[in-house]
Nanobody, 124 residues
Framework: QVQLVESGGGLVQPGGSLRLSCAAS????????IGWFRQAPGKEREGVSC????????TYADSVKGRFTISRDNAKNTVYLQLNSLKPEDTAVYYC?????????????????WGQGTQVTVSS
């Protein structure tokens, strides 16, 4: 059974940091491209970042470039998203998703498997 489980969310002050984890089970994650998406209340889900199955290619949304870093540890079947210099507008539920496509892209419709999400709240 394919399963993705996110963790690491929480409440943080503006300018703070968090590290989100996406643990995969039921499949070998190094065969899959992994994406991170987020959805704030009343807004559409948006792509944040992705990393190709090999880890050799990454993509970031313009809104998070220079602040977020995606990485993967295939030995642990886990993908990480480091969130730095957080802003209130980063507040959302963050989801990880997997696709067998080898390319990295931020279109949610192309991902087959989704986690349950982890809440990130940036507030003073």
């Amino acid at each position: 059974q394919v399963q993705l489980v996110e963790s690491g969310g929480g409440l943080v002050q503006p300018g703070g940091s968090l590290r989100l984890s996406c643990a995969a089970s039921g499949f070998t994650s190094d065969y899959y491209t992994i994406g991170w998406f987020r959805q704030a209340p009343g807004k559409e889900r948006e792509g944040v970042s992705c990393i190709s199955s090999s880890g050799g290619s990454t993509t970031y949304a313009d809104s998070v470039k220079g602040r977020f870093t995606i990485s993967r540890d295939n030995a642990k079947n886990t993908v990480y998203l480091q969130l730095n210099s957080l802003k209130p507008e980063d507040t959302a539920v963050y989801y990880c998703a997997a696709t067998p496509w080898k390319l990295c892209f931020l279109w949610a419709g192309g991902y087959d498997y989704w986690g349950q999400g982890t809440q990130v709240t940036v507030s003073s």
